[in-house]
């Protein structure tokens, strides 16, 4: 089941307030100049989740590349926890751009995209339907095309 405009546009205000906004506040010792941003991030959360969900495939990148490089910025390539990909913004980030800086991710990981388990990935692989990587693990491509053609059930 695809996530839903409202349920990502809620998600990417929380994580903005969480991530961003509040730090902010508390650097500024509570001042009320943040509250207007809070109320431009969530009109603007409202577009961004229109592009991600069902906009055109460069707007989605677009919007989504953005979000995560402010959103989990760090030294690192980007690697949320498996449970992340269970999030309204991470089955959207899946389906619309796979694993937005992995060109393979390990079966634990495509299984946390699909809604599926580690040896439901394997057998997938096995049968062809999952494309493996010669460096290991299946390519984030190929889980990304899974869910858009056959709708994978999320867990």
Do not use: C
Not at 99 to 114: I, N, Q
Request: proline content about 6%.
């Amino acid at each position: 089941m695809s996530p839903t405009h409202d349920e990502v546009t809620e998600q990417l205000i929380k994580l903005i307030d969480i991530r961003l906004l509040d730090p902010l506040e508390i650097l500024v010792d509570g001042d009320d100049a943040i509250d207007p941003l809070r109320a431009v991030i969530r009109d603007r959360a409202r577009s961004w989740a229109t592009a991600i969900v069902s906009g055109d495939d460069r707007a989605a990148v677009s919007v989504v590349m953005r979000a995560i490089a402010t959103l989990y910025p760090g030294d690192g390539p980007f690697n949320p926890p498996l449970d992340w990909w269970r999030s309204p913004f991470g089955q959207a980030v899946a389906r619309r751009v796979g694993h937005p800086t992995a060109e393979s991710v390990s079966y634990a990981v495509a299984g946390a995209m699909l809604g599926i388990t580690r040896q439901g990935v394997h057998d997938l692989a096995s049968r062809d339907k999952l494309a493996r990587h010669p460096e290991g693990g299946v390519r984030s491509a190929s889980v990304r095309d899974r869910l858009l053609r056959e709708g994978t059930r999320r867990v």
